[in-house]
């Protein structure tokens, strides 16, 4: 017996279901909306900050990342090589203090893109620019999105990051 899309399921009866009863988990990503943003990190004509929130956004999506996991990647702990990207989160949903594991490795590989080999790159050396205005992973925009505050994005604020981005792809 399974218990999918609320209630209890026989084997039998779960060939019945649809798809969209068995979807369940993350919101799914259509892999053009992970090409824009890869153009998007590329294009040195964009402003600073939009490059980089579409960056972040590339790097949730090829590290399997929830937003909150991105609130505790340790901004000196990134490095970038030609074996990719590479970070350490302070906490995840099944890390932290008191538990077994206090941290956990993040990694993208050269090999993660779809459209732009180069975007994790030359988003890195974006990134490392707004680094040295924020030590955070998604701060805050500054004035006229050339620019980042040293504030770290709450959730309703990345959301309008987000959406932002989404505008303007």
Request: aromatic share 12%.
């Amino acid at each position: 017996v399974y218990t999918v899309g609320g209630g209890p399921y026989t084997t039998n009866s779960i060939l019945d279901l649809s798809v969209a009863q068995l979807a369940l988990g993350a919101r799914q990503i259509p892999v053009e909306v992970v090409c824009a943003w890869e153009r998007t990190v590329v294009d040195l004509d964009l402003k600073l900050f939009v490059r980089h929130t579409a960056w972040v956004k590339a790097v949730k999506y090829w590290a399997a990342l929830r937003f909150d996991d991105c609130r505790w990647v340790e901004v000196p702990s990134l490095r970038f090589d030609e074996g990719g990207l590479k970070m350490k989160l302070e906490r995840t949903k099944t890390t932290g203090p008191g538990k077994k594991v206090e941290q956990l490795l993040a990694y993208v590989g050269p090999d993660a893109y779809f459209e732009e080999k180069d975007w994790l790159g030359i988003g890195w050396r974006a990134a490392r620019e707004i680094f040295g205005q924020a030590p955070f992973f998604l701060p805050l925009p500054g004035e006229g999105l050339t620019s980042a505050v040293r504030r770290a994005a709450g959730y309703g604020e990345a959301s309008a990051c987000s959406q932002a981005l989404y505008n303007a792809l």
